[in-house]
C-alpha cells in the first residue's frame, strides 16, 4: 500500500470520527435525527424518551407499533432468541403515542397506547398477566356414594383466611378445604332445628367456627354441633362473633349482649331501646336505635358505659353496620341502597361522604372503596391528594348491561374481578388510553365467586354442562 493511499485512509477515518463522534455523543444523550422538510439543526435533533415495563410473570414479548422488540445485532444471528422480554428498558424513542402489546404463550395479551414525552421514561410496570385457562372441579367433596354432583349447590361461603369453604346442597351442609379434603359434613335432615338456604352464614375471625342460621360448626371438631336455641333461646337474633371464635354478641328487641362460648356467660350491654343493627368495636358498641320513627347512631363505651356520640338519621327500617374493619362506620340503607360513611367522634359533620346506588362494596385500603350496583363499578378515593374542595373523587370503571354479581379486588391493588350470572371478568385500573377488560371465562351459571389470598386462584359454584358444583380456575 502506497504512502498516498495511506494518507487517503487516514484522513477518511479522521473525517468519519468527527462527523460520526458528535452523533453518537447526542445517541447516548437521549436525542435522536427527526427527518423534516426544510431540513435544520433545530428540527433534525429531538431529545427522546423510554418505556420501562414489566410484568407477572416476567418473560412476555414486546410488540411496539405491531413489531416485535429486538436486540439489534443480535436478530441477524439468532432471530428467535433476539427477542426482548419483560422486564426490559428499551430507550430512544421519539415523542409521540405508541401502540403496546406484551404476549406470553398461555395468558390473555395486555394491549394499551402509551404515550412517549421528550427526556422522561413512560412506565408499564404494574401488568399482570392472567392465565387463559379451563375451570377444574374441586373433586371428592362428598364421597361419590352421596351422589354430591348431582345436587346442585344452594351457597358457597369461604372463610376469612381463604383456606375452608362453607357449602350447602340440597341435603348437606359440607366443611371443605380450597384442595377438595372434606373436613365434615352434616345431614340437614339430622338438625334439630331448620336451616333455610337464606340463613345468615357468618365465619368467625379466626375461621375456627361458623353461626349458620342457629348451629354453630367447630371446625376443629367437626362432631361438635351447638345449637344457640338452647344457650340463648329462641327471641334472640343478629348474632356476630367478637374478636375470637369464644365470644358471641346477640340481639333482643330491646337488648344486645354477648355469650362467652367457654364459660356459658352471658351480660346485657345496653337495653331499654328498639335496636335495629349493632356493632363491637375498639372497645364501643354502637347501635342503631329509636322510637316512634326517630333513628340515631350511638355510641357507647364498654370500659365505662358512658354515651360518646348521638347522630340523628333518616328513618328506615332497612339499616346495617357493615364493613366492621373500616376506620368510619360504614352504615348501609339497603332499601334506598345509601351508604353513609361516619366519624362517630367528629365533633362537626361526622357524615363524611353518601355514596349512592351501591348494592356491593369492599374496602382496599382505609381511603380507597371499591363498589358496586346491578350494572356499574365504582371507585371511591378519600385520600384527600386525590379529592377536589374535600370531597371523595369517584369514579367509574365499567358500565354493563349485564347484572353484576359479584366484585372482588385483586391483591395486586390494580385489577378488578367481578362476575355476572355467566362470565368472569378483569379491568385493570391503569386509565391510561382505555381500561382493559378481559373475560376469563364464560359458562351456563357462576355464582359465590371467590379468591386466594395470593390472587392465583378463582373459587366459584358452577354449572358446566351436566355438572354443578364447586369449580377453580387458576388466573396467574
Known amino acids: 500500500m502506497t504512502l498516498r493511499i495511506r494518507r487517503i485512509l487516514f484522513l477518511f477515518f479522521v473525517i468519519i470520527f468527527f462527523v460520526a463522534t458528535p452523533w453518537l455523543i447526542l445517541y447516548a444523550s437521549g436525542y435522536k435525527i427527526k427527518l423534516g422538510w426544510p431540513p435544520s439543526f ?8 423510554m418505556f420501562i415495563f414489566d410484568t407477572s410473570p416476567r418473560g412476555a414479548k414486546i410488540f411496539i407499533d405491531n413489531k416485535p422488540s429486538q436486540l439489534f445485532f443480535k436478530k441477524f444471528f439468532n432471530k428467535e432468541q433476539s427477542y426482548i422480554k419483560t422486564p426490559a428498558k428499551i430507550k430512544n424513542f421519539l415523542p409521540g403515542e405508541y401502540n403496546i402489546r406484551l404476549e406470553l404463550p ?3 395479551p395486555w394491549e394499551k397506547k402509551l404515550t ?20 377444574l372441579q374441586i373433586a371428592n367433596l362428598i364421597p361419590e356414594e352421596d351422589n354430591f354432583s348431582r345436587l346442585p349447590l344452594r351457597r358457597v361461603e369461604q372463610s ?19 384442595g377438595g379434603n372434606i373436613l365434615s359434613f352434616v345431614d340437614l335432615s339430622s338438625l334439630k332445628v331448620r336451616f333455610e338456604p337464606t340463613s345468615p352464614i357468618i365465619w368467625s375471625p379466626d375461621s375456627a367456627k361458623i353461626i349458620a342460621g342457629r348451629v354453630i360448626f367447630d371446625l376443629k371438631n367437626g362432631d361438635k354441633t351447638i345449637y344457640l336455641n338452647d344457650l340463648l333461646g329462641k327471641q334472640v337474633n343478629n ?31 345496653a337495653e331499654g331501646e328498639d335496636y335495629y343493627d349493632y356493632l363491637v368495636k375498639n372497645d364501643y358498641i354502637f347501635s342503631i336505635s329509636g322510637i316512634n320513627r326517630t333513628l340515631k347512631l350511638k355510641g357507647i363505651s364498654l370500659k ?6 348521638e347522630i340523628n338519621l333518616p328513618f328506615s327500617a332497612a339499616y346495617r353496620l357493615i ?13 334506598h341502597e345509601l351508604l353513609y360513611l361516619i366519624d362517630p367522634f367528629a365533633l362537626i359533620n361526622p357524615i363524611k361522604e353518601i355514596v349512592n346506588n351501591l348494592k356491593y362494596s369492599e374496602w382496599l385500603d382505609d381511603n380507597k372503596l371499591l363498589y358496586a350496583n346491578d350494572f356499574e363499578i365504582w371507585l371511591l378515593d378519600m385520600d384527600s391528594s386525590a379529592s377536589l374542595l374535600g370531597k371523595a373523587n369517584k369514579k367509574i370503571l365499567t358500565r354493563i348491561s349485564e347484572t353484576i354479581a359479584d366484585v372482588l379486588w385483586h391483591p395486586s391493588k390494580n385489577y378488578v374481578i367481578y362476575s355476572t350470572d355467566k362470565t368472569i371478568n378483569m ?3 391503569d386509565e391510561r388510553e382505555k381500561r382493559n377488560t378481559t373475560e376469563l371465562i364464560k359458562v351456563e351459571k357462576i355464582y359465590s365467586l371467590s379468591l386466594d389470598p395470593e390472587g392465583e386462584i378463582l373459587y366459584f359454584g358452577a354449572k358446566i354442562g351436566n355438572q354443578e358444583g364447586l369449580y377453580k380456575l387458576e388466573i396467574q
Open 106 to 108: 398461555g395468558y390473555w
Open 239 to 269: 348474632f356476630k362473633w367478637g374478636a375470637d371464635s369464644n365470644t358471641i354478641y346477640y340481639q333482643s328487641a330491646n337488648s344486645i349482649g354477648y355469650l362467652d362460648l367457654n364459660t356459658k356467660i352471658r351480660k346485657i350491654l
Open 304 to 309: 365505662n358505659k358512658e354515651v360518646t356520640k
Open 323 to 335: 364493613n366492621p374493619g373500616h376506620n368510619l362506620i360504614n352504615l348501609y340503607d339497603s332499601d
Open 427 to 429: 379491568i385493570e385500573l
Open 42 to 49: 433545530s428540527n433534525s435533533l429531538q431529545k427522546t424518551g
Open 116 to 135: 412517549v414525552e421528550p427526556g422522561q421514561a413512560t412506565y408499564a410496570e404494574d401488568v399482570y398477566l392472567f392465565k387463559k385457562d379451563l375451570p
Open 160 to 178: 376469612p383466611n381463604k383456606r375452608y369453604f362453607f357449602i350447602l346442597n340440597e341435603k348437606k351442609i359440607s366443611i371443605a378445604e380450597t
